[in-house]
């Protein structure tokens, strides 16, 4: 047997080299192979003619945007505002064949021949559908956009009356919003108020579809900035 296990003597290291713990080793595993960020993914909307609520919409532009602006916000006043002209308008092209009739028959005399009525006929729809254009193309070019450096409000009051007004975001000092009523409780629409600094115009959205998430989401781009 060797000389050294007889007399008993070892030779012992004194000083071992310690074991990596599991943390240094978990602190190793992430220096090597470092997680990749995760980026928050935004599900962009697809416009349609009657939109009016409109959350990062995909190929929308306007005039004067910036090469690094984004849109997004494109609020148009609550759909549901519409309905008295709609209703009138359908009430007033089913009025010719009860009251055409009625006209001819409370006449003394056949004022009218047939081509005659036909001519009246046909161009009391083209008023009728004057109208309707009319109040569509004032409803649809109505609208308010946010964006993530500004906010935009364009106003349609008439065919020749366009009232616009904007202000940067870093000029909002505070926004809020107001539902009265039951009709605005009942279609979820109100008023946004925009508040902005110095001489700047503040900005209201009318009749706007779901406030509190318009008002949610300027507040987190004002806290953000």
């Not at 060797?2 to 030779?11: W, Y």
């Not at 549901?80 to 709609?86: A, E, G, K, Q, T």
């Not at 949610?216 to 781009?221: A, H, L, Q, T, Y």
């Amino acid at each position: 047997m060797p000389e050294d296990i007889l007399s008993g003597e070892f030779e012992l290291n004194s000083n071992p080299e310690p074991k990596s713990s599991i943390s240094d080793m978990e602190e190793s595993i992430k220096n090597e192979n470092p997680l990749p960020q995760i980026k928050k993914v935004v599900n962009k909307s697809n416009p349609h003619f009657y939109s009016s609520f409109d959350y990062y919409p995909k190929r929308i532009k306007f005039l004067d945007q910036e090469a690094d602006e984004e849109i997004i916000l494109i609020i148009r006043r609550r759909f549901v505002v519409n309905l008295p002209w709609i209703l009138s308008g359908a009430f007033f092209a089913l009025l010719p064949p009860f009251l055409f009739p009625l006209v001819t028959n409370a006449l003394p005399i056949h004022a009218f021949t047939p081509i005659q009525t036909l001519i009246t006929i046909l161009f009391y729809y083209l008023v009728v559908f004057g109208f309707l254009l009319m109040k569509f193309t004032l409803w649809y070019f109505h609208i308010g956009i946010v964006t993530n450096k500004r906010i935009k409000d364009i106003d349609i009051h008439g065919i020749l009356l366009k009232d616009v007004s904007e202000t940067r975001i870093n000029l909002i000092q505070d926004v809020k919003y107001q539902q009265i009523g039951l009709i605005p409780s009942l279609f979820n629409f109100g008023e946004v108020f925009i508040q902005t600094a110095g001489v700047e115009q503040n900005i209201q959205f009318d009749k706007a579809p779901q406030p509190a998430n318009i008002a949610r989401i300027i507040g987190d781009m004002l806290r953000k900035n």
